[in-house]
């Protein structure tokens, strides 16, 4: 998943859990504002982002 934070002046946090309770927390980082970052997950794994809706996020693939 490729995020962008397209704020230009608000950081938010990024946590990745294994299942959407959100109870199983995988790990978090804080995106800074016009930041993107690239995350590789399980397809079953979800994203949530603290606060806002500045933060967009879209399905990327990769090849070996």
């Not at 990745?16 to 997950?41: H, M, P, R, V």
């Not at 982002?49 to 990327?60: E, Q, R």
Request: charged residues 15%; without cysteine; aromatic residues 4%.
């Amino acid at each position: 998943v490729r995020l962008v934070n397209i704020s230009s002046s608000d950081g938010r946090t990024v946590t990745i859990a294994s299942d959407n309770t959100g109870n199983t927390t995988i790990g978090s980082f804080a995106l800074l504002a016009q930041q993107t970052e690239i995350i590789e997950k399980k397809a079953t794994d979800v994203v949530y982002v603290g606060g806002g809706s500045d933060v967009k996020g879209t399905p990327i693939g990769f090849t070996n």
